[in-house]
């Protein structure tokens, strides 16, 4: 008959029981990342498709003043808690395997409600028909696959937390990597700037949305390699020198 190890006594059941729920919440989160990333993709593709009318000062203005605050909350969670001192004061108040996971609890649901409340913008930017609209949706595609290959340079399950609270571990620091990151420094923007500017048809919902979430980016860039360059000292230095552009090749 196979023995079934159990938890010899009471504290041994409370640390067992521990270990399940900080498991299940950080799989949780993993899987909210991956909802919000997807949630984001649907609204952009079809719910900031609608035209609400022509340009209205009044109330494209309160739209616009609303989706900034918005999209503030997000990049101001996003800002503190992605860099040292914030992930450190987490880390005091949580198991160190918990450390990512609360930081991707907090960020997928902020990113959801932003993508959730976002306020329609009246007006549309561009319209593109034809043989030019499918050449946006390469561009966009591209963008998308960009994205996605920089992205799993990186161990996806550790950047949602999952890897640390399954064995039970402390945040690592992330690797340099190769392959995008050498053409740009930044490949994940690059690519974000690709799917979020090259919509066929950029209404006022779309616009505002690209232009914060594109500003916040390159606003956030100079204080993510500071912590970059504290982490992986003279290396990043040197990948610094050796990778000149930070998103867009010969642009910046």
Not at 8 to 33: E, I, K, P, Q, T
Not at 55 to 60: A, E, I, K, Q, V
Not at 205 to 222: G, N, Q, W
Not at 230 to 252: L, N, Q, S
């Amino acid at each position: 008959m196979p023995v079934i190890a159990t938890p010899a006594d009471g504290a041994d059941m409370d640390l067992y029981n521990m270990a399940h729920v900080s498991r299940a919440f950080a799989v949780v989160g993993g899987l909210l990342f991956a909802g919000s990333l997807v949630f984001f993709a649907v609204s952009y593709a079809w719910r900031f498709d609608e035209v609400i009318g022509p340009w209205s000062w009044t109330t494209g203005q309160r739209a616009v003043l609303l989706d900034v605050t918005m999209f503030s909350v997000f990049a101001l969670h996003h800002s503190i808690f992605a860099r040292s001192g914030g992930r450190a004061w987490i880390a005091r108040r949580v198991a160190p395997e918990l450390e990512r996971s609360v930081y991707v609890w907090l960020a997928s649901l902020l990113f959801l409600g932003v993508c959730v409340w976002w306020v329609p913008v009246p007006g549309v930017a561009w319209e593109i028909t034809g043989i030019f609209a499918v050449a946006c949706r390469f561009v966009q595609a591209l963008g998308a696959v960009l994205t996605v290959v920089a992205a799993r340079h990186f161990n996806l399950l550790e950047l949602a937390g999952v890897t640390q609270a399954l064995q039970h571990r402390a945040d690592q620091p992330v690797r340099l990597a190769h392959g995008p990151y050498g053409l740009v420094r930044h490949p994940i923007y690059l690519g974000w700037f690709a799917m979020v500017w090259f919509p066929p048809a950029m209404t006022g919902t779309r616009l505002v949305f690209a232009a914060i979430s594109c500003a916040y980016l390159l606003v956030a860039i100079p204080f993510e390699e500071r912590d970059l360059r504290r982490t992986f000292g003279g290396a990043y230095e040197t990948y610094m020198r050796r990778v000149r552009w930070k998103i867009v090749p010969g642009v910046y």
